[in-house]
């Protein structure tokens, strides 16, 4: 089985991109319209080609906004595609690595989020990643839910990199700052996940390894103080930095209604597989370098 690879879903997207960067496994990354959850005879002929050890589920609906006006297409890509992948999974009998989202919690809490705390998404996105959570781990005994927050990497549509962006135009900046999160770099989330199936590979298949993880950076701040950094970070390279103004997230209404506070507690990660992310700002440092060098 080690001689198979890993097959990632999700295409051009942060975190796949991160996995094939890693280059420490065998991997087959693939996206649309090669693999496309709204065509699911796609994804059996993808299985069929590639004979995967195990699969990586990186492909979802990711517009939060959009979600709330396009809901058929958030839940054929975030509950329906990942149900009929884990049912192919299961017949192969292979482990399958689902990404979901802190956005399945209500943000009530006033405290990070434990796997067992009550789920209650406040949108459509999050209620559509809740649905295919529950449809992996339904459809698959060897299914591995990791939720994960705020992510970002130096390619791709994320908050730091938009911040940064506009930061070259504007000397003035708005930013929400009463929503607490965990921000994730694509590479630390794909190193979390390599170490997870390096794990799988030297024990073999664990009935605790199924089952729902956190997985985030360490540490948490808000999305004003996300941007703060990242002009920090950025500022060594001569970035202009932008007056980051603090705004309540009533000032900046959204159709989406996000939680206050999403922050994840990862403890049960480390606690079977060994796993712990870095934390936040350190990471935040290396990947503005490699946004800035790339332009």
């Not at 943000?107 to 998404?121: F, H, I």
């Not at 000397?171 to 770099?185: E, H, I, M």
């Not at 030297?202 to 941007?227: K, R």
Request: proline share 7%; aromatic share 8%.
């Amino acid at each position: 089985m080690a001689d198979q690879p890993i097959l990632v879903t999700g295409g051009a997207g942060q975190l796949a991109t991160a996995l094939e960067a890693a280059e420490t496994m065998k991997l087959r990354r693939v996206g649309r319209p090669e693999f496309d959850f709204d065509r699911p005879d796609s994804l059996a002929a993808v299985m069929a080609a590639v004979q995967p050890r195990l699969v990586v589920n990186a492909a979802a609906y990711t517009a939060v906004d959009a979600a709330e006006t396009d809901q058929d297409a958030a839940y054929r890509a975030n509950r329906d595609g990942p149900a009929e992948l884990a049912r192919l999974c299961a017949q192969a009998g292979i482990p399958l690595i689902h990404i979901s989202t802190d956005y399945v919690f209500d943000g009530e809490k006033g405290a990070p989020y434990l796997e067992t705390d009550p789920v209650s998404p406040q949108c459509v996105y999050g209620a559509s990643k809740l649905a295919g959570e529950q449809a992996v781990l339904a459809g698959c005994p060897r299914a591995i839910v990791l939720r994960t927050s705020w992510v970002y990497s130096p390619t791709g549509k994320n908050f730091v990199r938009t911040m940064l962006t506009l930061g070259r135009t504007r000397d003035r900046l708005t930013v929400v700052a009463d929503q607490k999160g965990c921000p994730t770099t694509a590479a630390d989330l794909a190193g979390a996940i390599l170490a997870i199936v390096a794990r799988i590979d030297a024990t073999g298949w664990q009935p605790d390894y199924a089952g729902v993880f956190h997985a985030a950076g360490s540490g948490w701040t808000t999305w004003h103080g996300l941007a703060s950094a990242a002009f920090a970070e950025a500022v060594r390279h001569g970035f202009p930095v932008p007056e980051v103004v603090p705004i309540a997230a009533a000032d900046w209404p959204t159709p989406a209604r996000r939680p206050a506070d999403s922050r994840l507690d990862c403890g049960k990660l480390a606690a079977a597989f060994g796993v712990r992310l870095p934390e936040w700002r350190a990471s935040l440092g290396r990947t503005v370098d490699a946004m800035l060098a790339a332009g």
